[in-house]
């Protein structure tokens, strides 16, 4: 017996067929499941003879209609669906560079009994901010829903623990770039900038490469598979320079 049927017998036995038969004119879960798989195989990216990267984010659009016949079952159906997901990783040695979230989403488009699904490889990001740094900061690095304060003179982003803000990201080297921060004269923007340090794959900003560029609020650093989205903050949503 195959991965997917044994995924589809153990989900019905589990909410005694009341889900196979919502779902018997609309999205099947067993569809899910092997297309979820199919995004693995597609996106993989070798990292080495026996391992490859493959996305860890996954976004399952549904039309309206079904999106409503799979919400007294969604927190199971994502439990199994990670643990069948986990477990075809695990026989094609794939790499998941952070932790593996599913969600699902309506799509207007989408009639009943269509999905698709949109998937990402998104690292795992720790930085040693608290939160009233981050609420009180004038500039921030927002990073895979993270946000970390940018105070002067800057910080390190990189894969190694010598990091300020540490990400799972194997095309990011160990100490991949600095951000440097000049605060400016009261009421203007600080100076930002960005500085690769000598890293393997380099930084790229407007998918173009570069050494290191003057960054605005918005700018977009592109290092490894990993975005990193400058915010600059305004007066009435901080607290001020002093308190940080």
């Known amino acids: 017996m195959g991965g997917l049927q044994r995924f589809e017998q153990r989900l019905e036995s ?24 199919r995004e693995l195989d597609n996106n993989a990216q070798i990292l080495s003879r026996d391992r490859r990267l493959v996305p860890n984010s996954f976004h399952v659009e549904l039309s309206r209609t079904d999106l409503d016949r799979l919400a007294p079952y969604d927190s199971t159906l994502v439990r199994e669906l990670s643990d069948s997901l986990k477990k075809h990783a695990d026989s ?9 979230k599913i969600d699902f989403e309506s799509a207007d488009d989408l009639t009943t009994g269509r999905f698709r699904i949109r998937s990402e490889a998104q690292a795992s990001v720790s930085g040693t901010a608290t939160h009233t740094q981050v609420s009180r900061a004038h500039a921030l690095l927002e990073v895979n829903g993270s946000q970390h304060p940018l105070q002067p003179p800057g910080l390190v982003i990189g894969r190694g623990t010598e990091a300020d803000i540490r990400i799972n990201d194997p095309g990011i080297s160990r100490r991949h770039a600095e951000f440097l921060i000049t605060l400016g004269s009261e009421g203007a923007d600080p100076l930002i ?19 290191r560029a003057t960054l605005r609020d918005g700018s977009v650093v592109k290092a490894g598979n990993t975005t990193l989205t400058v915010r600059i903050v305004s007066e009435t949503e901080s607290t001020g320079w002093g308190d940080v």
């Open 14 to 37: 589990m909410i005694s067929g009341a889900f196979a038969r919502t779902f018997r004119s609309a999205v099947q879960p067993v569809e899910i499941a092997a297309a979820l798989e």
């Open 92 to 100: 094609q040695s794939y790499v998941f560079p952070g932790p593996l």
């Open 193 to 211: 900038e960005v500085h690769d340090l000598g890293s393997t794959n380099g930084i790229r900003i407007n998918d173009r490469k570069v050494p």
